[in-house]
Every structure is written in C-alpha cells, then in structure tokens.
C-alpha cells in the first residue's frame, strides 16, 4: 500500500528540491549513497516517509513549514499570551517560539518585576490609583504602522482584566511603559494603531461608574455607568504614550468590544462593535430563596436581534479638543456623548446579532461584521456611510441621542458563512477569511467586485476548512495592513482535544497554519502548533526583515531610557559607599565574575547596587540573583541596572549568575553579607 504513493512522491521532492540539489547545496554530503543528481537523497526520503507512514501531503507540508536550521524565518508573528499576561514572538512558517516578552506580569527570565529598577518601573506605572497589580491578561496586540505598514518600531497590548495598555519597544524587545486607562476598567479587543501610529485606540469592554471614583449600584446602570473609547497619543520618538496630549469620547453603557481603524478610504475613523445594548447587568441573587431573580447576563444582553457598530470620526474630535469642547473626567479630556452628536463624530450602525468581530477591508472600503448567534458575515460600505451621515439618512436615534444611520442604506452584503462567525481577515485579492467558532472552521469568501480578482463572483462563499478546534482570532501575514500578503493564515484555536499526547485533563492551545496557495487555492493545513501556555488571542504577524531589534546595546544602557544609564561603570571603577545606613555599590559583571564579589552590609541598612554588564558580546547575559532576597535580574551585554532594598534579614546569602554564561558560570557567584544589627547581636 504505502509503495503507492512513493513514485509521487519522489516526483515531488525532486521537483521541490531540485533547486537546491541543483546548487550543490547538498554537496559531497550525502554519505557516498547518491549519484550525485539528488537521487539517493530522494531514497533517503522515500524511506524515512515509508518508516514514519508520512504521506506525499504530509511530506509537503513539512517542506513547507520547514525552516533549515540557521536560517530565518520569513515572518514573525507576535501573540498576545492571555491571562499568562506576556507575549510571544514565534517564527512563522516554522512556528517557533523565539522569545517571550514580559508585559504585565512579572516574569523572572527577563528579570521584570524582581528588583531591577527597569522593570519595577514600568510595572509600577500600570497600578490603578492604590492598587498593585501583578498580572493580566493580554489581549490584543497592535503592531505600529507608517502608511498603514507594520513598521517594525513598537508593538502596543492591552489588559483585558484592567484595561491598561503595554508598551513594547521593537528595538530590544522590552516592554517599557504599562498604563492604567482613566475612566476604563476593562477592555477586550478594542485595541489598534491608527495607520501613522498617531494614535493607539482602546476602548472599554463593560461600562463603569461615571464619575470615576464613585459607587453606583446597578440600578444605576443606565444613568451613572459609562464607557469610554481612549485615543492614547504616541510619541513618535520613543513609542510612548503621552496622557497629556490623549483624549477620549464618553460612550453609552453598551459593552464596546472589538475594533479596528480606518484606513484608505476610511482613514480618520475608528470603529468598535457592542453587544448589550440591552443593558443587562445579570441576574441578582435573592438570599432567602436561594435563586436568581431575572435573566443572567448571557440571555439578557442577547435578547436584541441588533446591537450597535460605533463609528468615531477621530481626525475630527482631535480638533473639538484643540477648540477646547471637552471636559476633563478623571485627569483625561473627555469629549461627551452630547457634543460628540452635535459635532457629528459619533455615529451607530445596528449589527446583528451578539456581535463580535469588526474587520476593515485593506482598502478601507467593506466593514465586515460578525455576529456571534448570525451565520452571516454581514458588510458594510464606508461610501455608502459617508452618503448616508452627509444625507442624514437615519432611522433614528438610540437613548443617549447617538444618530443610528439607516441599516439598509449603507449595507453592502451579507454573506453566509457558517456557525459561530468571529473574526475576519483578509488578502490582496478580495478574499476575507472568517473564524467560525462553533463549526470549528475558516470560510473564505469575495468582497465586492471592484476588489476581487480571479473571476470570482462578489459577495460569496467560495471556500471553506475545518480547524481544530474552537477557533477564536485568525490572522493573515501583514493581515491587518493596507497590504495584507495571501500565503499565510493562522487559525488559534481555543481547544485540542485529542491533537496531542495526553497531557490532560487540560490539552493546550492550538495555532494551526495554512497555506492561503496565493489567495487563489483551496486552503490547506500545514501544521499544528500547540501553545503550552495560555491563553493566547490574537496575533499579527509581520514580515521578519521590517525587524528593528538592535544586536548589542550601547555600553552602559539603561534599558529604559535607551540613553547611558546614570550609574554605568566600567571595569577598574567598582566602588563601595556607606553614608550611614545607606550602603551603595558599584559592581560589573562579566564572564565569569561579579566585582566586587562580597558584599557586606548591616541587617536594616538601605542598600543600592548598580550593576553594570560590561560585555560587548552579543548574548553574553549576565543574571543576579541573591538567595531569600527575591531578587533576579538579566543583564544584557552592555547593560545597567539598579536594585534598591532593604537588607532585612541577617545572615549569608549567596548571589549567582543566573545565565549559563560560561565554563565557569557556576562560579559566577558571591556572598551578600548581612551581619546582625548591634542591637539584635546585643540579645544573643
Ligand atoms: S476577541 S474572544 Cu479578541 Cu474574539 Cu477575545
Ligand atoms: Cu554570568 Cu553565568
């Protein structure tokens, strides 16, 4: 039986191969077994496929996901990492992990969160007014754009548990700013870069008591909690965002969902989905029966056949700001509901049905919807919107006064897609690929015909493939671009079931590649990529050469700031100072050791040690980390970082290198000496 497939099957290696065996690639190296032309490699490979029972699909999908080793992979893809609160950055086609970059959470690898000055900074900044935080669960990422590109500068994230927003910086993979959002409490997917990177947009997922600060019971509901949708003004030095020059608009207490930005067409508009328009809070708990009053939340905020799409006019609330017609509201200037109506930047569409995903065409052009409970893909027309606001072409307002402009007016399509439609990317050639989370499957089908090529009838269902399973985001390489590329999709799939070994009870997340076969074939599933840590969102995914990452920092950085950290030192310049209780060191590390390399101190004293890696060799990481102290860094070659403490607990701690830095790496190590206080030694 297997003998069937071997004639094809070496028909095909050759023709894939060819080139390279062609180039001599292969060399002398095939062990005597060839003739020189490929053939004893392609019997090489007949027979592995015939041990391993690999079929020729199974064959060419290895080839087409593999990546020889030393070489680079043509994308990389960054992923939000879930309640993990990090994000992954994974090499595509090959699918692997490369890096994971700590962003609300601490993470003790990068040395976030334990003691170093960078990391305890920036965590800091995310903490809500007299809160600390310590996780969260990263939702959306969005890379930067320039003319609507990923241009490889910073990539923003936010917190669905606390509505913050990360900040990473491309150049070192770092996160380096994390802020909490005045007047948002949480958000999901409404997160996105506006296409010059002017603007990262979050809005908020539930409502919360309006004015911030302030209790409100949910009888109040309607009256007293609002969301808020908050343009976040980046500095276009650093990638930073500047609260000062951000505004936001006040929204009616729908819970505002996902979202993405104009581009083209539509450049200078935002759009965000809602679901419970209804204004369900759930249902109450009566004590005395032991049972709930009224509907939960999942049938109350499903009960309308529509909720609303929001349409924010940005270009033009950026200048209500500049004529001054806002108010401020939790330190951030607010445009209110009532001024955004009279200003004509706010508008409604009524989407079908529990909506969730909103996916902007790469022209700019088709809106394209999903409702959850719909089986369609429901399209709107960003012309036929700007008909139908310039002709008031409304069938009414909702209860806060928001013009709802007329469904059928500015409606291009709606295409039935299957069960459970989420989210919806797209290619070069028309096509959009819808997640169906129910069906456990992508469809495919045509936008209009002004941007669909190959033949294909608008508006249609023209492929579709099952995913396993329970797939949630999906993303196309530059997918969300002005220029999206029609090779690849990754589907994230929430369960595996039984894909992998059995690991249970709980089986991990799966990302599943397929071959888009230029936007033109049929899809094809190329591999399976189990994530071992969950749970991630969404992706985008980006070319790997608009990568800006640097190779070495400048001697002496302060990771933070980029710029020479104030403490740098350089080999011969270690020091120690006492000034009373305050004990402050100047030590450098590099292979393989720490100077100085005792460190004594008096139990209570304040301790400051400024560390500096004084390798210029790329990946020549230093750690420090001091037993009982909760204290661990990673210094990169050519690193600063401070750590202050308090040396409360007497005794002798050993420090080491936590990086395998070296043949002598384990005696990359030292002593922090914290002699008893007279008083405690004057009891013994
Ligand atoms: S949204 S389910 Cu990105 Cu689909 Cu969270
Ligand atoms: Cu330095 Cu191990």
Redesign the pocket.
């Known amino acids: 039986m297997k003998r069937q497939y071997l004639v094809p099957l070496l028909a095909l290696l050759v023709l894939v191969l060819g080139g390279v065996f062609a180039a001599g690639a292969c060399g002398d190296d095939d062990g005597g077994n060839g003739d020189g032309n490929g053939n004893g490699v392609s019997s090489d490979l007949d027979d592995i496929a015939a041990a391993r029972g690999l079929t020729p699909e199974d064959m060419k999908h290895a080839l087409q996901q593999f990546v020889p080793p030393g070489e680079y992979d043509d994308y990389v893809m960054f992923a939000s990492g879930g309640h993990s609160g990090q994000v992954f950055v994974i090499g595509m086609p090959s699918m692997r992990i490369l890096k994971v970059i700590a962003a609300f959470t601490p993470e003790p690898w990068q040395g976030y969160g334990y003691g170093a000055d960078w990391g305890d900074t920036v965590l800091a900044g995310g903490n809500p007014e007299g809160v600390e935080l310590t996780w969260g669960d990263t939702h959306h990422p969005a890379l930067s754009e320039t003319a609507g590109d990923y241009d490889g500068r910073w990539l923003y994230v936010n917190d669905r548990a606390n509505g913050r927003v990360a900040m990473v910086d491309l150049q070192d993979m770092r996160t380096k700013q994390v802020l909490a959002i005045p007047n948002i409490q949480t958000s999901h997917g409404g997160l996105f870069v506006t296409p010059d990177s002017e603007y990262a947009m979050i809005t908020s997922k539930f409502p919360m008591p309006w004015p911030p600060g302030t209790y409100a019971g949910s009888d109040e509901y309607a009256d007293v909690y609002r969301g808020a949708s908050a343009w976040l003004k980046i500095d276009q030095t650093n990638g930073r965002i500047n609260m000062d020059e951000s505004f936001q608009l006040e929204l009616p207490p729908y819970t505002q969902d996902l979202a993405d930005a104009g581009k083209l067409v539509s450049a200078g508009w935002g759009f965000f989905g809602s679901f419970n328009t209804e204004l369900s809070v759930g249902a109450d708990f009566d004590e005395a029966l032991s049972e709930p009053i009224g509907d939960p939340m999942e049938a109350g905020a499903s009960r309308n056949n529509f909720d609303y799409l929001h349409l924010i006019n940005w270009k033009a609330a950026e200048q209500l700001i500049a004529d001054g017609k806002y108010e401020m509201i939790g330190g951030q200037r607010v445009i209110r509901i009532e001024t955004a109506v009279e200003e004509g930047i706010l508008y409604l569409i009524p989407e079908p049905k529990s909506p969730h995903g909103i996916d902007v065409s790469p022209t700019g052009r088709y809106l394209v919807v999903s409702g959850k409970l719909d089986p369609h893909v429901t399209i709107f027309d960003f012309e036929k919107v700007e008909a139908a606001i310039a002709a008031e072409d409304f069938e009414g307002f909702d209860d806060y006064g928001i013009p709802i402009l007329n469904y059928d007016s500015v409606l291009a399509a709606q295409v039935e897609v299957g069960a459970g439609p989420l989210h919806t990317q797209f290619d070069s050639k028309g096509h959009g690929y819808t997640s169906l989370f129910l069906e456990s499957a992508v469809a495919k089908f045509t936008l209009g015909d002004d941007v669909v090529t190959g033949g294909e009838a608008p508006f249609e269902l023209v492929d579709k493939i099952s995913v396993h399973y329970n797939i949630g985001h999906l993303a196309t390489a530059e997918g969300d671009t002005v220029t999206p590329d029609d090779n690849y999709l990754v589907a994230l799939n929430k369960w595996s079931i039984d894909r992998f070994a059995p690991i249970g009870p709980l089986h991990p997340q799966n990302f599943q590649l397929i071959d888009l076969v230029d936007g033109e074939g049929p899809m094809d599933l190329i591999a399976d990529m189990p994530i071992g840590i969950g749970e991630p969102h969404y992706v985008q995914i980006m070319k790997a050469d608009k990568l800006s990452a640097l190779e070495l920092y400048a001697a002496g950085t302060d990771a933070l700031t980029m710029d020479t950290h104030p403490e740098a030192i350089d080999a011969g310049e270690e020091k120690v100072e006492r000034d009373g209780n305050n004990v402050t060191v100047w030590m450098t590390?590099v292979?393989?050791h720490f100077t100085p390399d005792i460190v004594r101190v008096k139990e209570g004293d304040n301790v400051t040690l400024h560390i500096t890696n004084i390798e210029q060799t790329r990946d020549a990481t230093?750690?420090f980390a001091i037993a009982h102290y909760n204290i661990q860094a990673s210094l990169e070659p050519g690193e600063v970082a401070t750590f202050e403490f308090v040396a409360d607990k007497s005794g002798a701690y050993n420090f080491y290198?936590t990086?395998?830095?070296?043949a002598l790496?384990l005696e990359?190590a030292g002593w922090f000496l914290v002699e008893p206080s007279d008083a405690v030694a004057a009891l013994d």
């Open positions: 590390a292979r393989s230093h750690g290198c990086e395998f830095c070296s790496h990359m």
